[in-house]
């Protein structure tokens, strides 16, 4: 099914004129990213915006910067960048986990960060490694003024968001620990690189002795999308080995209990409830590893 026609279509050169644009538009408006949510969208009558602002001219959206242990990624940053940045290894090398094997060839060169959040798609990867990795979120109010909202706060349930009409993500903000960190992510999906059945991204840092010090355990593909389990984390945090095996399969056993999943027509809860223990157990081990060097 094609998308009903389109009035009004934009091309802004700044950040400033897209949303000056959104301003004075006439009807439903949406700013496209990449595309690869929204197009679906249109296509299949979700919604049927009278005008689009298409933000791939606007350079100051692009890139990923580094400076000192702050790094910015712009909001249409691809997910192909993202998955080919060294500078994401290390502390967020959970963020190139995602990227390299969301969608297809053709989503990875088109798809964007800061479109996927913007979505928040239930079972979406991007919003899993962000909330894991404790992102900040830059926000371009309608009314001009700029704003920075935690990933915590920022997701607010399937496809919903901080954001609220005329505001615009402009990037997305990550601040490296001072001590021993790692994080990683996996998804497990019903065919290669699909969006995850369930998906787990986690985040550790370790103190000297190698003992957790604080964690960071989220989970996507539930039905009110992404979530942290608060249980996992504590118990982590209270000075895990993180070279005990059981100890970490413990506490992807918390998450899974914590975490309410539910039947769809490919997987029972159940199911999902021990892909939560497995991959859990699976990426705190590789976390862990990526954290001691």
Same mark, same amino acid.
């Given at each position: ?6 009035? /009004? ?16 538009? !006439? ?20 919604? #049927?915006?009278?005008?689009?602002? $298409? ?12 400076? @000192? ?20 290894? %290390? ?7 995602? #990227?390299?094997?969301?969608? $297809?060839?053709? &989503?990875? !060169?088109? =798809?964007?960060?800061? =479109?996927?959040?913007?979505? !928040? ?12 990795? %404790? ?11 700029? $704003? ?29 620990? $001072?001590?021993?960190? =790692? ?7 019903? &065919? ?6 369930? %998906? ?39 000075? &895990? ?14 998450? #899974? ?9 490919? &997987? ?5 409830? /021990? ?17 001691? @060097?």
């Amino acid at each position: 099914m094609y998308p009903v026609p389109i009035d /009004q279509y934009y091309r802004p050169r700044s950040v400033e004129e897209a949303r000056q644009i959104a301003a004075d538009a !006439n009807g439903e408006f949406f700013f496209v990213a990449g595309g690869m949510s929204l197009m679906q969208a249109m296509k299949s009558r979700m919604v #049927a915006p009278d005008c689009l602002i $298409d933000l791939n001219f606007i350079d100051e959206l692009r890139g990923i910067e580094v400076s @000192g242990k702050q790094i910015r990624i712009g909001a249409m940053t691809r997910y192909r960048e993202l998955a080919e940045n060294k500078n994401l290894l %290390g502390p967020f090398t959970a963020m190139s986990d995602a #990227a390299a094997h969301i969608g $297809d060839r053709q &989503v990875r !060169n088109r =798809g964007t960060i800061g =479109g996927s959040l913007s979505w !928040n798609y239930v079972s979406a990867c991007t919003p899993i490694v962000a909330l894991a990795c %404790g992102a900040t979120i830059e926000i371009l109010r309608s009314n001009g003024s700029t $704003d920075t909202v935690s990933i915590d706060d920022f997701l607010q349930g399937m496809m919903t968001t901080a954001l609220e009409e005329g505001d615009l993500l402009t990037s997305i903000h990550l601040q490296e620990p $001072d001590s021993a960190s =790692g994080s990683a992510y996996r998804k497990w999906g019903i &065919v290669t690189d699909a969006l995850p059945v369930i %998906g787990v991204g986690i985040n550790l840092e370790l103190d000297s002795s190698g003992k957790c010090s604080s964690a960071r355990f989220a989970v996507g593909g539930l039905s009110s999308g992404p979530k942290r389990s608060t249980a996992a984390e504590n118990q982590l945090a209270s000075g &895990v080995d993180v070279a005990d095996m059981e100890a970490l399969r413990a506490c992807a056993a918390a998450a #899974a209990e914590e975490l309410e999943t539910h039947d769809d027509p490919w &997987v029972s809860a159940e199911y999902k409830t /021990q892909l939560i223990v497995q991959l859990g157990t699976e990426m705190l081990i590789k976390a862990a590893t990526r954290a001691r @060097g």
